[in-house]
C-alpha cells in the first residue's frame, strides 16, 4: 500500500499563510447594505454638523437614489460602486462624495473642483440618527420659529436687508427658505429645541446650514454655506411675503427694439439658433439657466407644463443652459440627466460656461442687470421681449411659488393670444 505524500515544512508554511490571508480578506470584506435611507452629517465651517439623509439602492444595476429634505427627493445622477468604495458624481456642479463603507458607516469627502477645490468631510449610514445629535427629552419652544421675516445680515460695510426668511412647522420639524432677489435658497429642513433651531439643506451641491436663537425677542443667526464663514443676521418679523424682494437691480433689454440673439447646442449635437425657422411667428419664452441652479430645478416642471399647454398654440420654449464645465460633451451630458429628470421635451441647449467673457458676449451684450439664474425673457410673435423675469421662487416658498405660477401662465396667454 502506498502511503500519502507529506507535505515540507517550507510547503506547510506557504499553505498557512495562503488560508490565513483567504480569512483575512474575507473577513475585511463586508457587503454592502440593501435599499435603505442614510443619515449623517458633513463638517461645515467652524465644525459645524450639517445633517445629511438620502436614499440609495446599492444592489440596483445601475446603483439609484436621491437626496432627501423634508418631502423633496433630488435624483442622484450617478452612483459608482468599486469594492468598499461608494462615489456619488454631480457632474452638473462638477462635484462629488466619494469615501469607503467599513461595514457600518460611509465615510469620506465631499469634494466640489474648481481652482480651488473644496473639501469638506462627511460620514453616513443606513439607519435612523439624531440629525442634531442630542439625547434626551426635548425641551418645549416658548416661542415657535413660524412666520415671515426680514433678514438683516452684518456686513462690515453696513446692513443688508433685502433678502426674505419664511418659516413653518409641521410636527417637530422646522421647515423655511430664505429669499433674495435672485429666487429663494431652497427648502431647508430641521428642528427646534427650546430657543434654538437648526435647519439645513444638502442636495449634492447646495451644503446650507442655519443656526438661530432667540435672544431679546429677536431670532439671531448664523448661516453657514460650504466651507465659507459663516454670515451673521438677525430676523425682524413682517406680516407678509413681499412679491418682489426689495432690490435696486432690474434686468432689462438694453435695445428694446431688437430681438434677443441666442445660439447652442442641442442635447443631440444640433446647432440651434434665434434665427431658425421654428420660431418663426411663434411666441417664444427663453429661459437662461444652468443645470446647477437649484431654482432652475424649480422653474423646469413649470415651464415644461407651459409647454405642454401652450405649444399647440405657438409657443415654443428654449432653455439656454450655461454650465461650470466648458466641455460641450460634459454639458450635453448634464443637459440630458437635466431633462430626463423632469420629463422636459423642449429643447435645452448647451451655451458655453460660465465664464465671464462668455455670458458677457451671449447676454450681458444684449442684457442691462443680467446677474439672476433663472432669468425668463417672454418674447412675442413678432421677436420683441415683452418681459424678462429675473430669479424663481420655488415650493419651499408657500405662497410665493403659486404667484410665480399664476404670473408665468399670465404672461404665457398674452404671448399667444
Same mark, same amino acid.
Given at each position: 500500500?502506498?502511503?500519502?505524500? =507529506?507535505? =515540507?515544512?517550507?510547503?506547510?508554511?506557504?499553505?498557512?499563510?495562503?488560508?490565513? !490571508?483567504? +480569512?483575512?480578506?474575507?473577513?475585511?470584506?463586508?457587503?454592502?447594505?440593501?435599499? !435603505?435611507?442614510?443619515?449623517?452629517?458633513?463638517?461645515?465651517?467652524?465644525?459645524? %454638523?450639517?445633517?445629511?439623509?438620502?436614499?440609495?439602492?446599492?444592489?440596483?444595476?445601475?446603483?439609484?437614489?436621491?437626496?432627501?429634505?423634508?418631502?423633496?427627493?433630488?435624483? &442622484?445622477?450617478?452612483?459608482?460602486?468599486?469594492?468598499?468604495?461608494?462615489?456619488?458624481?454631480?457632474?452638473?456642479?462638477?462635484?462629488?462624495?466619494?469615501?469607503?463603507?467599513?461595514?457600518?458607516?460611509?465615510?469620506?469627502?465631499?469634494?466640489?473642483?474648481?481652482?480651488?477645490?473644496?473639501?469638506?468631510?462627511?460620514?453616513?449610514?443606513?439607519?435612523?440618527?439624531?440629525?442634531?445629535?442630542?439625547?434626551?427629552? %426635548?425641551?418645549?419652544?416658548?416661542?415657535?420659529?413660524?412666520?415671515?421675516?426680514?433678514?438683516?445680515?452684518?456686513?462690515?460695510?453696513?446692513?443688508?436687508?433685502?433678502?426674505?426668511?419664511?418659516?413653518?412647522?409641521?410636527?417637530?420639524? +422646522?421647515?423655511?427658505?430664505?429669499?433674495?432677489?435672485?429666487?429663494?435658497?431652497?427648502?431647508?429642513?430641521?428642528?427646534?429645541?427650546?430657543?434654538?433651531?437648526?435647519?439645513?439643506?444638502?442636495?449634492?451641491?447646495?451644503?446650507?446650514?442655519?443656526?438661530?436663537?432667540?435672544?431679546?425677542?429677536?431670532?439671531?443667526?448664523?448661516?453657514? !454655506?460650504?466651507?465659507?464663514?459663516?454670515?451673521?443676521?438677525?430676523?425682524?418679523?413682517?406680516?407678509?411675503?413681499?412679491?418682489? &424682494?426689495?432690490?435696486?437691480?432690474?434686468?432689462?433689454?438694453?435695445?428694446?427694439?431688437?430681438?434677443?440673439?441666442?445660439?447652442?447646442?442641442?442635447?443631440?449635437?444640433?446647432?440651434?439658433?434665434?434665427?431658425?425657422?421654428?420660431?418663426?411667428?411663434?411666441?417664444?419664452? +427663453?429661459?437662461?439657466?444652468?443645470?446647477?441652479?437649484?431654482?432652475?430645478?424649480?422653474?423646469?416642471?413649470?415651464?415644461?407644463?407651459?409647454?405642454?399647454?401652450?405649444?399647440?398654440?405657438?409657443?415654443?420654449?428654449?432653455? #439656454?443652459?450655461?454650465?461650470?464645465?466648458?466641455?460641450?460633451?460634459?454639458?450635453?451630458?448634464?443637459?440630458?440627466?437635466? %431633462?430626463?429628470?423632469?420629463?422636459?421635451?423642449?429643447? #435645452?441647449?448647451?451655451?458655453?460656461?460660465?465664464?465671464?467673457?462668455?455670458?458677457?458676449?451671449? &447676454?450681458?451684450?444684449?442684457?442691462?442687470?443680467?446677474?439672476?439664474?433663472?432669468?425668463?425673457?417672454? &418674447?412675442?410673435?413678432?421677436?420683441?421681449?415683452?418681459?424678462?423675469?429675473?430669479?424663481?421662487?420655488?415650493?419651499?416658498?408657500?405662497?410665493?411659488?403659486?404667484?410665480?405660477?399664476?404670473?408665468?401662465?399670465?404672461?404665457?396667454?398674452?404671448?399667444?393670444?
Amino acid at each position: 500500500m502506498k502511503t500519502a505524500p =507529506t507535505m =515540507t515544512s517550507s510547503a506547510m508554511n506557504k499553505f498557512l499563510l495562503s488560508v490565513l !490571508s483567504m +480569512v483575512f480578506l474575507f473577513g475585511c470584506q463586508t457587503r454592502l447594505p440593501d435599499e !435603505s435611507d442614510w443619515t449623517g452629517s458633513m463638517t461645515l465651517a467652524d465644525d459645524r %454638523k450639517l445633517p445629511l439623509r438620502f436614499h440609495l439602492d446599492l444592489n440596483a444595476d445601475p446603483p439609484t437614489g436621491s437626496f432627501i429634505v423634508a418631502d423633496e427627493h433630488t435624483l &442622484i445622477p450617478e452612483i459608482r460602486i468599486s469594492g468598499d468604495s461608494i462615489t456619488i458624481l454631480i457632474s452638473e456642479y462638477q462635484a462629488e462624495m466619494t469615501g469607503l463603507w467599513d461595514g457600518k458607516e460611509w465615510t469620506g469627502h465631499f469634494l466640489r473642483y474648481r481652482r480651488d477645490t473644496v473639501r469638506l468631510a462627511f460620514s453616513a449610514r443606513p439607519e435612523p440618527q439624531s440629525s442634531t445629535g442630542e439625547a434626551g427629552e %426635548k425641551p418645549p419652544a416658548a416661542v415657535r420659529l413660524a412666520g415671515t421675516f426680514r433678514v438683516y445680515y452684518h456686513d462690515p460695510d453696513g446692513i443688508d436687508s433685502s433678502t426674505v426668511a419664511k418659516f413653518w412647522t409641521r410636527g417637530d420639524s +422646522v421647515l423655511g427658505t430664505f429669499i433674495d432677489p435672485s429666487g429663494d435658497h431652497g427648502l431647508m429642513a430641521g428642528v427646534q429645541r427650546g430657543d434654538s433651531a437648526w435647519l439645513g439643506r444638502f442636495i449634492g451641491w447646495q451644503a446650507n446650514l442655519i443656526e438661530l436663537k432667540l435672544e431679546e425677542g429677536l431670532w439671531k443667526g448664523k448661516y453657514y !454655506s460650504r466651507q465659507f464663514a459663516p454670515e451673521i443676521f438677525t430676523l425682524v418679523p413682517r406680516p407678509s411675503l413681499p412679491t418682489k &424682494i426689495s432690490d435696486g437691480r432690474r434686468t432689462r433689454m438694453k435695445e428694446p427694439r431688437k430681438p434677443f440673439r441666442f445660439e447652442g447646442i442641442s442635447v443631440n449635437g444640433d446647432t440651434i439658433q434665434s434665427t431658425n425657422s421654428m420660431f418663426s411667428g411663434k411666441a417664444v419664452i +427663453v429661459d437662461i439657466m444652468g443645470t446647477w441652479c437649484h431654482n432652475c430645478l424649480d422653474e423646469a416642471p413649470l415651464l415644461q407644463q407651459l409647454y405642454e399647454e401652450f405649444n399647440p398654440q405657438g409657443l415654443e420654449i428654449i432653455g #439656454l443652459s450655461f454650465e461650470v464645465t466648458d466641455d460641450p460633451e460634459l454639458g450635453r451630458k448634464n443637459l440630458a440627466i437635466y %431633462k430626463k429628470r423632469h420629463g422636459i421635451t423642449f429643447p #435645452l441647449l448647451y451655451a458655453g460656461n460660465l465664464d465671464q467673457n462668455n455670458v458677457e458676449t451671449r &447676454i450681458r451684450s444684449q442684457i442691462e442687470d443680467f446677474f439672476a439664474y433663472p432669468t425668463t425673457l417672454f &418674447i412675442d410673435r413678432m421677436g420683441r421681449v415683452r418681459d424678462i423675469h429675473w430669479g424663481f421662487k420655488g415650493p419651499g416658498t408657500g405662497d410665493g411659488y403659486q404667484q410665480e405660477i399664476e404670473l408665468f401662465y399670465e404672461l404665457a396667454r398674452e404671448l399667444v393670444h
